[in-house]
């Protein structure tokens, strides 16, 4: 059977424990340093924490220390990734092949989606490199996924399910490092393909004028996540580490409801990596929460409407259309309720307009400025929910597993066994017999049933027929509260214990004379560019020699004379209607084009695109 996992980003500790409560199986954290969100570092205490947390429902943690490293940092990752590994992590994310030639003890490494995975070959190397696990570019179609399953079964699969996109195929990203000395590959991303650019041909003529022609929708296959399990995926990665406790929370929740369903429907295939169940005091909503409208870009092949063009802003849900405008109020035609404080949009003119909503009496809504823009007729979006963050941010939903309890009274003696998950523990106390004068059943159950703020949550209740002692109130309290504490340290015992043995499956294999047999007959796939394999250290350069090949500097340790600064799936020719292969006389233009970021700075990139191939690359000019 195939454990599925719902593997949920963590920008803290706050996040990383309601990811798990409201039904991850796993998470990704930033470590202190080298975490492809240079922003969301994370103390060895809190990773720990949340690793103490996680593993008591069998939930794994995964440590993201997917950067590239420069010489005078390989010793620094290198006491990092022990530190992990004494804290009992289950796996760390990796870029740089150095990490792989280090004298590391036994941890799991998974390949980052930032090494750029997004073909058979490439996923056959890196399982010949020993990784058990590969990250995918989120570019894949559905089609591609199966044939890498297929071609490289060993491999476990992670997809990106939800979230933000990039538009350069990951790890091949140099815009913000050219621009503005602020490395992808070293987690300090500018979003360079959230600006607006304007598009200009050979001889300057203007094409599209203040378009944000790179900027993605985000990505949601909420409805996509059985036939993803089917294509061979056993991890569905969220994105957003970025992202704060109440997008965890809503969107972790809305997919772990949808892949239960996955579950339900495939028994005997498909089962859950994590215990225990989520008693949602909620409901998700996947458009309540921060979206510049969804997307399930190429999963079944090229679609023309991925790009949001017009803002890299969140838009939301829709929500009515502006009926009635009188003074300094409108009303809305449609069915939403609103609320005081709601966050409110509109586009007009191709420019999105927004704000927030001082008062609401029914569908009639008073802004706090109107908006002059705002006309009869126009589409109305809501991208700050009032009513539903304070329910977010209110929420007392705790992962919980399910505990029977049993009684005996052995000679002068009381004695409660707690099980769950196949774990049982007992305490007992001394305790002079005395004959009840009533039922004790409802009472015995009731006291029970109160497991309060620890994991559990009552389930059944094992009492002898014949059972007619009195047991006093606080004898019962403390025994329960004993034996919770016994059972849960149990069961964390053996979960570790299953993790430590599942984990031992994807250690990248030590036998590396078996290696290099394997890479005899397998190489990486070649880049046009030395610097594209990003090799910022000389352990790094060893490593590709090793296996017969010589590569270059790192963009950010040498700036190359050619500057590919993104590859990309993303056609812009294609989203403006004007794809050569599906129409020969649809260039209107005269080549190469260009895009020139609406600026002072007027930064300007070519485009070179790939027909044949469906690609379109960006240099820097």
Sequence with gaps: MTALELLAPAKNK??????????????????????????????????????????LFGAKVYVTVNTIVYDDELRQTEQLIRQLYDI????????????????????????STQTDNRS??????????????????????????????????????????????????????????????????????????????????????????????????????????????????VSFKIEGRLKDVDYVRNITAAY?????????????????????????????????????????YFLDGRQRDIASLHTPKAIGEYVGRVKEIRGASFNVAGTSAFANGDGLCFFSDGQLYGFRVNRAEGNRLFPFKMPRQLRPGMRLYRNSDEAFTKILTNS??????????????????????????????????????????????????????????????????????????????????????????KLEGELREQNEEELREQNKEELREQNEEELREKNEVSSPPRYEYDYEYNSSNALSRSFYAQRGMTVGNAFEVEEPATKRVMQCRHCIRYTLGMCKKEDKSAARWKEPLYLVTDD?????????FDCKNCKMDLYAE
């Design 88 to 111: 009992h992590v289950d796996a760390i994310l990796v870029q740089d092949m150095a990490i792989l030639d280090m004298q590391l003890p036994p941890i799991a490494m998974h390949a």
């Design 396 to 485: 007392e939903t705790r992962r919980k597993i399910s505990v029977d309890f049993a009684i005996a009274a052995p000679a002068d003696a009381l004695a409660l066994t707690a099980s769950s998950c196949g774990v049982s523990a007992s305490v007992t106390v001394a305790m002079p017999h005395q004959e009840a004068r009533s039922p004790q059943q409802e009472n015995i159950i009731r006291i029970l049933s109160k497991t309060g703020n620890t994991p559990f949550v009552f389930d059944r209740f094992d009492l002898p027929d014949d059972f007619s002692l009195f047991i006093p109130a606080a004898t019962l309290t403390q025994l329960r509260r004993n034996v919770l504490e």
């Design 120 to 233: 058979v070959e490439k996923v056959r190397w890196l399982a010949n490199q020993g990784f058990r696990r590969v990250v995918l570019a989120r570019e894949l179609s559905l089609k591609e996924i199966t044939a890498i399953h297929r071609a490289v079964p060993q491999v476990q699969l992670e997809v990106f399910v939800h979230g933000a996109l990039c538009v350069s195929y990951s790890g091949q990203c140099y815009a913000s490092q050219y621009c503005f000395h602020r490395s992808a590959n070293r987690g300090e991303c500018a979003q360079v393909c959230r600006l607006p650019f304007n598009l200009v041909d050979a001889n300057g003529t203007l094409l599209v004028e203040h378009q944000h022609l790179l900027s993605l929708k985000d990505l949601c296959q909420i409805h996509n996540l059985e036939r993803l399990a089917l294509a061979g995926a």
């Design 256 to 296: 772990s409801q949808e892949l239960d369903k996955v579950v339900g429907r495939h028994p005997s295939q498909f089962s859950r990596q994590a215990h225990g169940s989520c008693r949602y005091d909620f409901t998700p909503n996947v458009e309540k929460t921060f979206n510049r409208g969804y997307t399930t």
């Design 14 to 55: 706050e996040c990383a424990l309601a990811a798990i409560d409201s039904g991850a199986d796993a998470v990704y954290i930033g470590a202190p340093h080298f975490g492809a969100r240079a922003a969301a570092g994370n103390s060895i205490d809190d990773i720990k924490s949340v690793v103490d947390y996680a593993h």
């Design 600 to 608: 002072a700075n007027q930064t300007r990139f070519r485009l070179v």
